[in-house]
């Protein structure tokens, strides 16, 4: 297992993940898999190169089997607060210990980052994998947020809000 810092030579791959994991758990993520399969492959590599993103890939080999966005405020009043994003591990590697990997990676660079104090991520109620991770890496609950995404006519995702605080 190896995680990386992804980059703009990254996009390809990073893009097919994407969209499976919009297929996988569309109850994870706000986009949906129609939006982004519609987006070209420069709006990856764009994604991928801005300055306010450190996407994280984890490999088996060559393979990219999972991936995290650790997204910095650039506001000057919220420089203090990153966020979480795109947390997924394809199916066959999760329990493997890619998934904490991947978020140690982000919050390792966000320890580097002197003004982040806080790590923010909101995950769906019912992802209970993901949320005894992130409890066992120090986040905590301060907030749940009900009927956050519509997933479909009466059909929706409360979601969990946790905080680790640096």
């Known amino acids: ?15 097919s993940l ?3 994991s919009l ?3 569309p109850e994870c993520f706000a986009s949906s898999v129609d939006e982004e399969k519609s987006l070209n492959l420069e709006a990856f590599q764009n994604h991928l190169f801005r300055d306010d993103l450190a996407t994280f890939g984890a490999f ?7 991936m995290t966005t650790l997204a910095m405020n650039e506001q000057q009043k919220l420089t203090h607060k990153a966020t979480l994003l795109a947390v997924y591990v394809t199916p066959e590697y999760r329990g493997k210990g890619y998934g904490a990997r991947l978020l140690e990676s982000a919050i390792d660079l966000a320890r580097e980052k002197v003004a982040i104090e806080q790590i923010h991520v909101t995950l769906a109620t019912n992802n209970e994998a ?8 120090g986040f905590e609950q301060y907030g749940k947020i009900s009927r956050s995404m519509k997933l479909g006519p009466d059909v929706y995702c409360d979601e969990l809000q946790l905080v680790l605080h640096l």
Request: with cysteine; hydrophobic share 35%; proline share 0%.
């Open 1 to 15: 297992m190896s995680i990386i810092q992804l980059d703009a030579r990254y996009s390809n791959i990073y893009r």
């Open 23 to 25: 297929e996988q758990c």
């Open 18 to 20: 994407r969209l499976e």
């Open 130 to 137: 993901a949320l005894n991770i992130y409890h066992r890496l």
């Open 60 to 66: 088996d080999h060559e393979k990219l089997v999972g």
